[in-house]
């Protein structure tokens, strides 16, 4: 549900870090964010962003390939939370009305609670349809936040064969 990349950064995970902090501090930068320790957020500038608006979330790691820099794109954490909050909600109040609904089938009363359960599905792949619509619609902005991170990690790694 929230896309994610790795960029090759060998041994100068930390450089290019300290660069696009660097970057980001930039009275004239296109875009904001903060760099603390190993991990760094990118986001567009307030006026610019809107509900749909993505947050790319940066880290150095470790893996097989060496270090790398790991990316993840999300929504706002605000908005991100919302919708884990409404998938909660509809998740219980869906295994409420099954529950509700089982026992009214143990008292041989009209089961019509039981409906709330395939409603709740419903509404949860709704949800979670409309967030790939959103990512569609945000697709602009997020090619814009990972070619700052690269263009960061070119100045600094020299790997101009970034994909």
Avoid: K
Avoid at 8 to 14: A, L, Q, S, T, Y
Avoid at 48 to 56: A, G, I, K, T, V
Wanted: proline share 6%; net charge negative.
């Amino acid at each position: 549900m929230r896309p994610q990349f790795e960029l090759p950064v060998g041994d100068r995970g930390r450089l290019v870090l300290l660069r696009l902090g660097e970057r980001l501090d930039d009275p004239h930068a296109v875009l904001n964010g903060q760099v603390r320790g190993d991990f760094a957020f990118v986001r567009l500038p307030e006026e610019r962003r809107s509900l749909l608006s993505p947050h790319l979330e940066l880290e150095i790691r470790e893996s097989r390939a060496g270090t790398v820099l790991h990316g993840r794109f999300s929504p706002r954490p605000n908005v991100w939370t919302g919708f884990m909050g409404l998938f909660i909600a509809l998740g219980m109040l869906g295994f409420i009305g099954l529950m509700y609904g089982f026992a009214q089938l143990m008292l041989d009363r009209p089961i019509w609670m039981m409906w709330s359960a395939p409603v709740s599905l419903a509404l949860i792949a709704f949800i979670y349809g409309a967030a790939f619509i959103g990512q569609g619609l945000s697709n602009d902005e997020m090619y814009e936040l990972r070619a700052f991170v690269e263009d960061t990690v070119r100045e600094v790694c020299g790997n101009p064969d970034l994909v």
